[in-house]
């Protein structure tokens, strides 16, 4: 297998908890990835800032991203929503989605991979446990796996 460079990814969080948020930039820093990281706090500002509506009109502060980290229990618009909405658009469909969550129910792992997504981590509780996933996802979307072009 033929080494790659790792690159910058522009990663897309959608998580309404600050704290939640907060730990997934640190876990990040702490594990030396290359990433510019977009939070978004519940499902609707997601969707405007995947296209480019309200606050996100202009595009310039919200770039195509690489991956989403998308929690599935969010207000206003739920992740399994956010979800369906991205898997069934043509221009959208292609961006790896990993549900990054609290919840281990098996519904709802279920219903995430009938509808796409591409991984599913229940979040660990301990901050090293949550460094050591977020390191390893990384290495696989960006050493292992060729994304897709933008």
């Not at 990814?9 to 702490?30: Q, S, Y």
């Not at 500002?45 to 195509?64: N, V």
Request: one cysteine or more.
């Amino acid at each position: 297998m033929k080494e790659k460079k790792q690159k910058e990814i522009v990663i897309l969080l959608v998580e309404d908890n600050p704290v939640d948020i907060e730990i997934t930039r640190r876990a990040f820093e702490k594990s030396n990835i290359k990433y510019k990281l977009c939070a978004v706090r519940d499902g609707e500002e997601a969707l405007d800032f995947l296209y480019h509506k309200g606050q996100y009109a202009d595009g310039g502060q919200a770039p195509r991203p690489d991956l989403i980290l998308l929690d599935i229990n969010l207000p206003r618009i739920g992740g399994i929503d956010v979800l369906k909405t991205l898997k069934a658009d043509p221009d959208l469909k292609r961006i790896p989605i990993t549900m990054l969550t609290v919840s281990d129910k098996d519904e709802d792992i279920i219903r995430s991979f009938d509808l796409g997504v591409n991984s599913y981590i229940t979040k660990p509780v301990d901050f090293n446990k949550f460094v050591e996933a977020m390191k390893t996802h990384h290495f696989y979307w960006t050493v292992i796996t060729e994304l897709p072009p933008k």
